[in-house]
């Protein structure tokens, strides 16, 4: 890398806010996908203007750059893939406002995203979107992937909680989209940046809704011996017009190998649990589950628990959001897909990764938000052995194909980064795809930000992870 | 190709009596004051390619519709050739309760709608302005918002994807039909609001909620501003959920039809607050005694009453709730209405610059204030005299002096005398994100085909 370059960034940021060793930038090689791209050099920016100054510099020196916050991805988002400097949010992760008034709080990119629920529980306040990772995960994270989490289901992902942004463009200028009051007038470009997957600019401040912690939550575990009748009672919650606030459910298999780790309580002889919380004020949640009991026992659940108080909800829910860091004990290497269908459809699709699993030869364990249905096939397989991961990619995309033929999506939160980026076709035409392409370049237009990700690129096929790979949790 | 020979193309392509340049029907779709020389009908989605890649073709400006009910939010257009009826793509395409997903075309009505959702126990929470007209693509296209936004957010929350057409003639399409997907970018979001100017959407996906068992509304009465909305604080820092919360008062009543006017709402000067809240009896009980209890703590002396409403009575309240923002098409004197958006802890100080400014320039007015900090503000001319309309002409650029003056947030006119179109810009001034708004235009509309003129910044 240009040396010249080097010195100006370590000029700007000083000694420690610049890695460019081998050593360091192995660790930012990776993300929670399945993917490695190595970063020329990794800097940590303290503020806005210093990000200014990485993006002026990255420019005169024509290189790539790729925004990161903690690196939980699971699509390769904040992997530079063409290499170039990885700007870390790591050092912009202050809370600098709570209006608890208004119900508002400006954040910088790099704040943990569990770390702002905590800061304002005392005030009766939450951040709702809560992807599994979110004791790590960044808040800029969530905005650039518009994640999900458990309880989006009644209250909706990422997007629905940003008000405002501060943007560092890839010119250098800085814009503020949205703004705390809502309607801006004009076009919508926080709804469009939201998600943008960090093609769009880099996020230096973002203001987000703060939501009312409900009067009461309750927990329900629900124990099925047959998968289909855990689906069943899924679409009859929603038919008879509940929204719980979260309805997961998790599969025999990936049940016995979160008992083995977690004790949550989980029978490891059943075929199907779910874990459904329901909340609001304190006589609607009673009521809701009582009915949500009520069609679970109606569709054969062999037993429905309801969590007696906070300590025997908190561990269910540690069971439900540790799943993937228990499945990866039992093997080398796992990928988790995303695949997002329609509700009813949720046996078939079942059955279809069943036989998907058989015909490859692999486990493949069932953990997902059940309610808005989206999928979290998991695939066993060892990474070190080149055929395995080959195969492991093709049946993950048998099941990718088998949403879309049901009308599906291939991502309901992850992301397409690398990951998916050549699966786009089968859901896009090119002039769709040229479309997206040009509304990128209007933020975007050297596309020296995040080069490389959601649109599909030349020479695909390429085996994508390194013998050995350990990707982290969901 | 002469006015004659596009229209006799366009005849060729969508059927002749679905064109229409007899200047008696081309009425009906003035804007401003501007008539178009051809209104078109298209019945799909393919006929709305011919008719943009035609107008494209000859450099036609196209201004997309449904019902006509919000054609005077925003600016005149620079240039208005064809009109573009979108009424006639009124099929619901795809519609699976159990998914609670729903797609349709533009030109669905809004009332019709709700009739098939209600047969399966859901809806869309889409109580707008001009609901017996409306349809479902200007209600998206225009960006009108509802009271019942508090629980259930905007049309950026709840559609899911969509299908339209380019200023190119090309289809696209963005986001899905299901209720979680973050696959590619969510162009969709850029159409909802845009007022027609980034492309004719041809295809919506929604979606819908289940309907709420049962609502009540409940009306709260002070006499000062500041009791209603310290009343507003209350239930916002308690665990009731509410539908919608409404505060609303006028200066004057004079402005307000007799003949629909609630006379509960509007008494003596009185700030009213309208509070719907949807669950079973026990939730029902627990909400009204909480809510008179927040009433009447949220200023000793100022509450005049408290009541739950009947079926009747809330039924008409809440429609004159919803069409509020309609206002000024209904009363007889030249009326203009802004929207202004506010923090919610501002809403008091917006209620002071209400009466400094009307006050100032002697004007009646009438406000309607959600809970979520979103006022649409009335203000009027009390006769049609030229003193009287220059006056409300100076109050509406005080409004916007104040907006940035006192920290209000933006505000937008969102419907004024034409001829005010001449000196004010009804979008206020732009920010700094115009030139990625500016890019965005040329991307989906290379020629400016759309609506050119209509939306913010001259877009």
């Not at chain 1, 800085?174 to 093609?199: I, K, M, N, Q, R």
């Not at chain 1, 719980?244 to 949550?264: N, S």
């Not at chain 2, 002070?222 to 820092?237: D, L, T, Y």
């Not at chain 2, 627990?286 to 703590?297: K, V």
Request: neutral net charge.
């Amino acid at each position: 890398m240009d040396s010249q370059l080097l010195r100006d960034l370590k000029k700007l940021l000083g000694t420690d806010g610049v890695l460019h060793k081998p050593e360091d930038l192995l660790l930012y090689e990776y993300d929670g996908s399945v993917e490695v791209a190595r970063p020329n050099c990794v800097v940590f920016p303290r503020t806005t203007a210093d990000v200014v100054e990485i993006v002026r510099l990255a420019n005169r020196h024509q290189i790539p750059l790729t925004g990161r916050g903690a690196g939980t991805g699971l699509s390769g988002g904040a992997l530079a893939r063409r290499g170039g400097i990885v700007t870390s949010f790591a050092r912009m992760n202050r809370i600098l406002e709570i209006d608890a008034e208004n119900q508002r709080a400006r954040v910088q990119p790099g704040l943990v995203n569990a770390d702002l629920s905590v800061a304002v529980e005392h005030l009766g306040l939450h951040f709702v979107p809560d992807p599994s990772s979110q004791k790590a995960c960044t808040i800029g994270g969530n905005v650039s992937e518009n994640s999900g989490g458990p309880h989006t289901l009644a209250y909706g992902v990422t997007a629905n909680h940003v008000l405002a942004l501060e943007v560092v463009l890839p010119s250098g200028e800085v814009v503020h989209l949205g703004g705390a009051a809502l309607d801006a007038p004009g076009y919508d470009l926080l709804g469009v940046f939201v998600g943008s997957e960090g093609t769009f600019g880099l996020v230096t401040e973002i203001t987000v809704k703060l939501t009312r912690l409900p009067e009461m939550t309750k927990t329900l575990l629900a124990i099925y011996d047959s998968v289909g009748d855990a689906t069943e009672t899924v679409v009859e919650i929603t038919s008879r017009g509940i929204t719980p606030a979260a309805c997961e459910m998790l599969d025999g298999w990936t049940i016995r190998a979160v008992e083995a780790y977690v004790h949550a309580g989980f029978p490891a002889d059943c075929a199907a649990i779910l874990l459904i919380d329901v909340d609001g004020l304190r006589e609607a949640a009673e009521s809701q589950a009582g009915e949500v009991a009520e069609v679970c026992r109606l569709h054969r659940a062999r037993e429905v628990r309801l969590a007696r108080d906070a300590k025997e909800r908190d561990l269910l829910w540690k069971g439900r959001k540790n799943a993937f860091g228990a499945v990866g004990r039992l093997s080398p290497t796992y990928y988790t897909q995303d695949g997002v269908i329609p509700r009813t459809k949720l046996p078939e699709t079942l059955r279809r990764v069943d036989e998907i699993g058989k015909k490859y030869g692999f486990e493949i364990g069932n953990i997902f938000h059940a309610g808005d249905g989206n999928l979290h096939p998991i695939i066993l397989f060892d990474a070190r052995q080149e055929q395995q991961f080959r195969n492991a990619v093709a049946a993950s995309d048998e099941i990718i194909q088998f949403c879309i033929e049901v009308g599906g999506s291939i991502t309901g939160e992850h992301g397409v980064g690398m990951e998916k980026d050549r699966l786009m076709p089968l859901l896009f035409s090119e002039g769709e795809l040229a479309l997206m392409q040009r509304v990128r370049d209007v933020f975007n237009p050297a596309g020296m930000l995040n080069p490389g990700k959601i649109f599909p690129t030349k020479g695909c096929g390429e085996i994508r992870v390194r013998p050995g790979a350990q990707p982290a949790s969901a | 190709m002469t006015t004659a020979a596009v229209s006799t193309r366009f005849g060729d392509t969508i059927g002749a009596a679905n064109v229409a340049t007899d200047p008696a029907q081309l009425v009906a779709y003035q804007i401003d004051g501007k008539t178009p020389t051809t209104a078109v009908r298209p019945g799909s989605a393919k006929e709305v390619v011919e008719i943009v890649r035609c107008a494209a073709a000859e450099k036609l400006a196209v201004v997309p519709c449904g019902a006509r009910t919000k054609l005077s939010i925003g600016m005149p257009p620079r240039k208005y050739d064809i009109a573009l009826d979108t009424t006639r793509l009124d099929r619901v395409i795809a519609y699976d309760p159990g998914d609670l997903t729903l797609g349709v075309e533009p030109g669905v009505a809004l009332q019709k709608l709700s009739s098939v959702l209600a047969e399966h126990g859901q809806f869309l929470p889409l109580s707008v302005p001009f609901m017996e007209r409306a349809t479902m693509g200007g209600t998206t296209a225009s960006g009108v918002d509802t009271p019942l936004r508090q629980f259930y957010g905007t049309p950026r929350d709840y559609v899911l994807g969509m299908e339209f057409v380019t200023g190119e003639g090309e289809i696209s399409k963005s986001g899905g039909s299901v209720v979680k997907n973050v696959t590619g970018y969510d162009m969709h979001k850029l159409m909802i609001g845009a007022l027609g100017t980034l492309g004719v959407m041809t295809r919506i996906n929604f979606r819908t909620f289940p309907l709420p068992q049962a609502t009540r509304t409940y009306l709260a009465t002070f006499r000062w501003a500041n009791a209603a909305c310290e009343f507003r604080h209350s239930i916002a820092r308690s665990p009731l959920r509410p539908l919608s919360i409404e505060i609303i008062a006028a200066g004057d009543t004079v402005m307000l039809r007799a003949d629909e006017r609630p006379s509960e709402l509007f008494e003596k000067r009185r700030w009213s607050a309208l509070v719907s809240i949807a669950g079973k009896e026990d939730v029902l009980a627990r909400s009204r005694r909480e809510l008179e209890s927040f009433a009447r703590t949220a200023d000793r002396d100022s509450l005049e009453s408290f009541s739950e409403l009947g079926g009747g009575d809330q039924e008409r309240l809440n429609s004159y709730i919803r069409e509020f923002p309609a206002l000024a098409t209904r009363s007889s004197f030249p009326a203009a209405i802004f929207k202004i958006s506010v923090l919610p802890k501002n809403l008091v100080g917006l209620t002071e610059g209400i009466h400094s400014v009307t006050m100032r320039h002697d004007v009646p007015w009438a406000v309607m204030m959600r809970g979520v900090g979103v006022a649409y503000l009335a203000l009027m001319a009390p006769d049609r005299g030229a003193e009287s309309l220059q006056r409300l002409k100076e109050a509406c650029v005080s409004v916007f002096r104040s907006c940035a003056e006192r920290g209000w947030g933006r505000g937008v006119l969102v419907s004024c005398p034409m001829e005010f179109k001449q000196e004010i810009n009804v979008w206020g001034a732009v920010s700094d994100d115009f030139a990625l708004m500016q890019g965005l235009k040329k991307v989906f509309d290379p020629h400016g085909i759309f609506a050119p003129g209509r939306f913010v910044g001259g877009i």
